[in-house]
Structure formats: structure tokens, C-alpha cells
């Protein structure tokens, strides 16, 4: 693996592209517009520029980092890459018109990764032309930060390329574990009934949020109680994988619980909107 190209430049982009320009690989960053490719950039300058401040990477390090990203809005330079990771919004409309414009311009043997929490592997593994070559990389947010990349195999996926994606993301300081295509793979399927249930907790009053965020914490060394996670995600977001879940395993014990679901309806999305199941104005 001598050059990663990564498509997407949100949220996720932006901590996959610190992870690779900081463990010596030269990046090509794929955005849909040139404003976009520099807020993401500048994201990532910003977070290497901490780092700096903290006295933990010299300046000159990180401008070489900085360097080392080749933003723009043309797929053709992916052509050289040996992988390319799509990691745009969570939507099988524009993961498919990504997916096929990066299969377009990929070299033979590179290999395409995807980023995707929830949509199923083997679907848009029959995107690209070589299906054997193809693999999830799930990343967690902050990615600098987390360790863990669930390593998502489908049904095609070669052992030379669950081995190959394994051994980079040990290279990037990461814990590769590998998993099968299900949906919520390990993670999602095991946080988001737990979030869940203490919403039903909170719903049969057994205690307060505060109470049962104290519970997790102290009793099972969480460092967030469930509840408060769920404002850090978004209870949105924690409503609308709850439904996935739900949809894919036609399990209704994967229902989001009223409690998130009225929230939801009333815009008390947690932090971002200032009030979930805490009040952060106070
Ligand atoms: N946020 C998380 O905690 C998290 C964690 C793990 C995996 N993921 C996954 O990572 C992926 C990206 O999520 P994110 O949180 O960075 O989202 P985001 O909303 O921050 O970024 C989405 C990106 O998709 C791009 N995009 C949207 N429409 C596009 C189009 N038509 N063509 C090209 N690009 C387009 C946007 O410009 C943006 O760069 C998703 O698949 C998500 O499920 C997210």
C-alpha cells in the first residue's frame, strides 16, 4: 500500500485522512466540490495543529502531513491508489453513484473499501468490478482516537484482502477485528439495544437519566452512561439505526423506544440541538 485514496469529506473523511497522513501514507481525497475538499483539509490541519500545541508533533511534521493530502474533485486520480475508501453519506442512492464512478477509474488490483455502518456489504460489493476486492473498513468517530476498525468481509471477499486491510489498519495503530456482513456488524448491533433499553428503563421510571447514566458508569465502567451517548450521537441518528436494525432482522426487539422516538418528532436531538435526554443549556 503505497497511496489511499478516500472518497467523502464529512465527519468521518476527516479523521480517516489525519489517520493515514499521520502514519506516513500520501493520500488523494475525492469531494464533491472544492469548498468541501478544503473544509475537510482544514479539519484535518486543525486537529494536527492540537497536536502541535500540545507539543506532541512538531510544526514541520505536520505540514508535512498536510502536504501529503492531494485534495480535488476529479476520481481519475484515484487511478493509482492501491486503496480507495468511499466513506460519503449513509445513502444507498449516493454510495452507488460513488461506488461506480471510483470503480470506473480503480486500477485492477486495487482494492475498494467501504465505510458504511449500516447498508449491506454484499450489495454494494455487486457495485464494483471485482467483488473479491472489496471489504468494509468501519471505522469508529473520533477516528484518531478509536482503536477499533471492524474488518467487514462479504460472501466474495478474498483472504488476500481481509489479510491485506487487517495488516494496514495494524500499521495505522488500529485493532482490526473481523467480522461478517450483518447489520450493526458487532458494535452497532450490541450499543444501540443497550442505548434502547435504557430509554425503557428511563420510560418505566426504574430512575432518572442521571441514575442510570450513574449505573453504567459506576457499575460497569462505561465512561458515558448509555443515555448520554445517545445525546452525543444524536438521537436521530440512534433512532434511525434502531430501524435499520429492526428492518433488517425483522426483529421487533429492536423497536426504538418512544422515549427516543418522541424526542426525535420534537427536535430534542441531545447535544447538537441543546436538549435530549439532558438540558445542556442549564
Ligand atoms: N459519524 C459516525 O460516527 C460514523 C461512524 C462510522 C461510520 N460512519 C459512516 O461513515 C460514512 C460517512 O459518514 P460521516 O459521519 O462522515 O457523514 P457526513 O455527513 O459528515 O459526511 C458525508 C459526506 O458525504 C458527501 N456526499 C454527500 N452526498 C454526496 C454525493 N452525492 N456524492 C459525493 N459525496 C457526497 C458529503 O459531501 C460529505 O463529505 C457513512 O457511511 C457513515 O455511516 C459514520
Redesign the pocket.
Known sequence: MKTIGL????????GIAQAFVQHGYPLVLV???DS?VDR?IAGVRKALYRLVSKQQLHEEEAEKMLAAINGGTDYDRLADCQLII??????LV??T??LTHIADVADEDAIIA??????SLEALASLVKNPEQFIGM????PVPLMSLVEVVSGLRTSDLTKVTIRELALKLGKQPVEVKDAPGFIVNRVLFPMINEAAFALQEGVSDAEGIDNCMRAGCNHPLGPLALADL?GLD?VYAILKSLQEEYGNPRYAPCLEIKKRVEAGLLGRKSGRGFYDYAK
Open positions: 472518497v467523502g469529506t464529512g465527519t468521518m473523511s476527516t469531494g464533491r466540490s468541501s475537510c468511499e466513506s460519503v453519506a449513509e445513502d449516493i454510495k453513484d460513488v467501504t465505510n458504511t455502518s449500516s447498508l468501519h471505522f469508529f468517530h450521537v441518528v
